[in-house]
C-alpha cells in the first residue's frame, strides 16, 4: 500500500514516562491531572462515560490510563483524561492496589498543530467495533476459528435476540453477548450461518430473521429442510403467490429496500411472519399473507 506523506503537523511529544502507583496515592495524582486546565480541543464531559469508567474500576477491569498533557500558547493543559481522573476521584470504594498511568507530553506551537492532536486520540476509525470485540470472543475458542468472523457475529446476534426475546432468558449485556461463542450449542448453527451468509442476501439479516432462522434450525427434526426453506426464500423463490417460501421472500425484500422506517417490518413483526411461513411451510398450506398482530405472543416454531 503506497501511503503519502503529508505536511508535518507541527506538534511534537516532549517525554513520556510510565508511573505505577498504589491506591493511596492514586488520588492525589488523579486530582493533579483533573485539575489542569482543559485543552480547547477536549471533548465534552458526559455522565454516561464517567458511568462506564466508575463501573470498570469497580469490577476492577482498569488497564493502564493514558493520559496526555500539552504545552500550548504558554500554558500547561490536560489533553485528556478528564473522565477517567474524575472516576478516580470519585470512587467512593476501595480502589485497586495499584493503578498504572502512561503519561505523554506534548508541545503544540499552533491552532492548527493543537486540532491535529486532538485528532490523534481515540480517531473514529481505529475505534474498536461490533465485529472486533466478537471476533476477539470467537478467536478464543479453536473450534470456530475456520469460520467468516462476521457471519458468526450474526449468527450470534440472532441467537441472543431469540434467547431474550422468545424465550425471555437474560443474556450477557453488550459486547458480553459474544460470550455465547463459548457455548457449543450454537455452534453447529454458528458453522453453518458461516458459509450460507453472504452480501447476496441482506434481507436476512436483521437480527429477528436470523433469530427466526436459529429458531427454525434449533427446532427442527431435519436441518437439512431448514437449510433448503431459506435458501429458497432468497435464490428459489416458487412462481406460486401463495407459496409461503414466496411470501416470505417478497415480504423480506420489500422491507428491506423500503426507503421510510415506517415501511420497514419491526423486529418481531419480522420475526414472527418468518416463523408463520416455515409452519406453512412445513404443514404444506399456502398462504395470501403472513399476519401479525402487535402484543400477541410469539408463535410455536414447527419441527
Known sequence: MAVRRTQNPGWKMIDSETVVLSRDKVRDFAAKHNALPRSPTEREFTESRLENLLQVLMNEQAIAFNWATVKYDGRIYRMNGQHSSRAIMNFSGDLPAKLVFHIDRYDAPSRDAMADLFQQFDARWSQRTPADIAGAYQGLDDSLSHCDKNNSRLAIDGVSWYLKHVEGLKVPPGAHVYSLFYDETYHPFIMWMSGFLSSKMPELKPKSVLAAIYATFAHASDVDHVKEFWRDVTFNRPSNENDPIKVLGDVLLVSH?????????????????????????RAGDTVKSLTYVHGKPFPDVSA
Request: aromatic fraction near 8%; include cysteine; proline fraction near 4%.
Open 257 to 281: 429496500e423500503a426507503k421510510k422506517k415506517d415501511d420497514k417490518m419491526d423486529a418481531p413483526e419480522a420475526y414472527v411472519k418468518c416463523i408463520r411461513a416455515w409452519n406453512a411451510h
